[in-house]
């Protein structure tokens, strides 16, 4: 049943309220009933050396015994609610106006009366009640003084009749009642305003523990309302809430990262083991071939047969190259190590090295440059596999007598590289897929002369590792560029 925050702290504050308003009522029906004690005593602080003076108790320095007794005597007629002792110098009770079986003590204590006298100690003072053995009453008191010396006194207890109870009393009076309510309802508001206060606060956390709650059931992979605002006025549980949600939407995309790259593990895979197996088998078959039938076979058609099983093997060689390329790319064992050299330098050894294929296609390959092309600043080996990747595709993917552009621009800070051709092109919606491993669009497929799919993955890796990027730009059947950036050496 308070399970919830909100009902602790409320049960806790009620009892803490519940305690403070019993001891706020308890100092203030005391702090009250003191009040009318001092009042009641400074009043009639007089009284008895008033009626010692009337009665003509002493005079003349002498204490006159039988008008106490009248006194006694006439008191015991008129009001015997006046309660009227003489006392001896040690504190015994010599005379009263009351019934013998009402008294009860035989001695009072002089201390408060000495203080009395003296006038050293604030009212209300407290002495001895004949009556009444427990409890102490506010008095009136006058030495008997004879011949210079204290022979007693005169002693008058003022709360004659005793009330049943101090609270009984106190809650008879109006002023009293009316300020007892006042607490009361102070208190009462005071606690209201703090609950709901309380449960302002707790229903934000109740709120973000429903949220966690939510975000637990749907398997830690789906965050509502994920946008929250952060600013300065925020409080801890603002923060609190902030981090949950920053954690939250990490946790989702990692999550959906690990799940796609789960998928793409699996497709890695299927794609490898295909792309293995194809020019695997392919070999075998024609070395099996050349195996079995070596007899019957002319040179030429052996030579034919060993130069295809060679391509074939050549592919296999190939690709496991680019994997394992790939993989290091990947596991960031390679450290692009850069330096200054010409782009203009790498990209002719580059062409020339794809002389003998362009030139038997007849494919011009031109490139166009700036004579002020400064040194760029990027890693010489890795940025030759980029523009060979390029080149190639460009080559593979451009009919017989097409043509290739590879032109070198100064940006700000930067040299553009744009290598174009006027081949087949790529279709609009497999543009954004083309970086991505093993994928090459149905038409490549079908094409035996088709690589695996790494060529664009292991360049767009590469420059990432430069820090740059690389876009393409395509019109199907009018051809497609390729186009990045490197930063300019600064000497
Ligand atoms: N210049 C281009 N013109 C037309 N299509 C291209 C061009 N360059 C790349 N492509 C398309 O993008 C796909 C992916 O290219 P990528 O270089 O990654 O793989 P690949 O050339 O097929 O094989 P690999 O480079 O691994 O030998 C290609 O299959 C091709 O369809
Ligand atoms: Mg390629």
């Given at each position: 049943?308070?399970?919830?925050?909100?009902?602790?702290?409320?049960?806790?504050?009620?009892?803490?309220?519940?305690?403070?308003?019993?001891?706020?009522?308890?100092?203030?029906?005391?702090?009250?009933?003191?009040?009318?004690?001092?009042?009641?005593?400074?009043?009639?602080?007089?009284?008895?050396?008033?009626?010692?003076?009337?009665?003509?108790?002493?005079?003349?320095?002498?204490?006159?015994?039988?008008?106490?007794?009248?006194?006694?005597?006439?008191f015991?007629?008129?009001?015997?609610?006046?309660?009227?002792?003489?006392?001896?110098?040690?504190?015994?009770?010599?005379?009263y106006?009351?019934?013998?079986?009402?008294?009860?003590?035989?001695?009072?204590?002089?201390?408060?009366v000495?203080?009395?006298?003296?006038g050293?100690?604030?009212?209300?003072?407290?002495?001895?009640?004949?009556?009444?053995?427990?409890?102490?009453?506010?008095?009136?008191?006058?030495?008997?003084?004879?011949?210079?010396?204290?022979?007693?006194?005169?002693?008058?207890?003022?709360?004659?009749?005793?009330?049943?109870?101090?609270?009984?009393h106190?809650?008879?009076?109006?002023?009293?009642?009316?300020?007892?309510?006042?607490?009361?309802?102070?208190l009462?508001?005071?606690?209201l305003?703090?609950?709901?206060?309380?449960?302002y606060?707790?229903?934000?956390?109740?709120?973000?523990?429903?949220?966690?709650?939510?975000?637990?059931?749907?398997?830690?992979?789906k965050?509502?309302?994920?946008?929250?605002?952060?600013?300065?006025?925020?409080?801890?549980?603002?923060?609190?809430?902030?981090s949950?949600?920053?954690?939250?939407?990490?946790?989702?995309?990692?999550?959906n990262?690990?799940?796609?790259?789960?998928?793409?593990?699996?497709?890695?895979?299927?794609?490898?083991?295909?792309?293995?197996?194809?020019?695997?088998?392919?070999?075998?078959?024609?070395?099996?071939?050349?195996?079995?039938?070596?007899d019957?076979?002319?040179?030429?058609?052996?030579?034919?047969?060993?130069?295809?099983?060679?391509?074939?093997?050549?592919?296999?060689?190939?690709?496991?190259?680019?994997?394992?390329?790939?993989?290091?790319?990947d596991?960031?064992?390679?450290?692009?190590?850069?330096?200054?050299f010409s782009?203009?330098?790498?990209?002719?050894?580059?062409?020339?090295?794809?002389?003998?294929?362009?030139?038997?296609?007849?494919?011009?390959?031109?490139?166009?440059?700036?004579?002020?092309?400064?040194?760029?600043h990027?890693?010489?080996?890795?940025?030759?596999?980029?523009?060979q990747?390029?080149?190639?595709?460009a080559?593979?993917?451009?009919?017989?007598?097409?043509?290739?552009?590879?032109?070198?621009?100064?940006?700000?800070?930067?040299?553009?590289?744009?290598?174009?051709?006027?081949?087949?092109?790529?279709?609009?919606?497999?543009?954004?897929?083309?970086?991505?491993?093993?994928?090459?669009?149905?038409?490549?497929?079908?094409?035996?002369?088709?690589?695996?799919?790494?060529?664009?993955?292991?360049?767009?890796?590469?420059?990432?590792?430069?820090?740059?990027?690389?876009?393409?730009?395509?019109?199907?059947?009018?051809?497609t560029?390729?186009?990045?950036?490197?930063?300019?050496?600064?000497?």
């Amino acid at each position: 049943m308070f399970k919830s925050l909100y009902s602790k702290l409320a049960l806790t504050l009620f009892a803490l309220f519940s305690l403070l308003a019993a001891l706020l009522l308890f100092l203030h029906l005391y702090s009250n009933h003191l009040y009318q004690l001092e009042t009641q005593q400074k009043l009639n602080k007089d009284l008895a050396a008033h009626i010692a003076r009337e009665y003509k108790i002493f005079e003349n320095g002498m204490v006159y015994e039988d008008r106490l007794q009248d006194l006694f005597h006439a008191f015991m007629q008129i009001n015997p609610a006046i309660e009227l002792y003489s006392i001896d110098g040690e504190g015994k009770i010599i005379g009263y106006n009351a019934p013998d079986e009402s008294i009860v003590r035989t001695h009072i204590d002089l201390q408060p009366v000495k203080d009395f006298i003296q006038g050293q100690r604030g009212f209300p003072i407290e002495g001895s009640d004949p009556r009444d053995i427990n409890n102490n009453k506010i008095f009136s008191v006058v030495p008997l003084i004879q011949s210079g010396k204290t022979r007693g006194y005169l002693y008058i207890i003022l709360a004659g009749e005793r009330f049943s109870s101090v609270v009984s009393h106190l809650m008879n009076s109006y002023i009293i009642n009316t300020s007892t309510w006042v607490i009361i309802i102070v208190l009462a508001m005071s606690l209201l305003l703090a609950l709901m206060v309380f449960r302002y606060m707790t229903r934000r956390l109740s709120t973000l523990s429903e949220k966690i709650e939510q975000f637990k059931q749907s398997g830690f992979s789906k965050i509502s309302d994920s946008q929250i605002r952060h600013d300065r006025s925020s409080d801890e549980i603002d923060d609190l809430t902030y981090s949950f949600y920053e954690m939250a939407n990490t946790i989702v995309r990692q999550l959906n990262k690990l799940k796609q790259s789960d998928v793409q593990r699996r497709e890695l895979i299927a794609n490898v083991s295909h792309d293995l197996r194809t020019p695997l088998t392919t070999l075998q078959g024609y070395l099996e071939t050349i195996l079995r039938k070596s007899d019957e076979l002319n040179e030429t058609d052996k030579k034919r047969y060993i130069k295809t099983a060679l391509q074939h093997s050549q592919r296999l060689a190939n690709l496991v190259s680019e994997l394992f390329e790939l993989a290091r790319l990947d596991a960031n064992e390679t450290r692009p190590k850069c330096e200054a050299f010409s782009l203009p330098e790498l990209v002719h050894d580059v062409i020339h090295k794809y002389w003998l294929m362009t030139s038997k296609r007849n494919i011009s390959v031109a490139t166009r440059f700036d004579e002020s092309l400064p040194f760029v600043h990027a890693d010489l080996g890795l940025i030759e596999r980029v523009i060979q990747n390029l080149l190639e595709n460009a080559i593979r993917y451009t009919p017989d007598d097409g043509r290739i552009d590879i032109i070198l621009t100064r940006t700000d800070g930067a040299v553009t590289v744009q290598v174009r051709d006027n081949g087949c092109g790529i279709a609009e919606k497999e543009l954004p897929l083309i970086f991505e491993r093993f994928y090459r669009p149905e038409k490549s497929r079908q094409q035996s002369s088709g690589g695996a799919g790494l060529g664009l993955a292991i360049t767009k890796r590469i420059l990432e590792l430069h820090g740059s990027t690389i876009q393409a730009f395509s019109r199907i059947n009018q051809g497609t560029e390729f186009r990045f950036n490197l930063p300019i050496h600064q000497a």
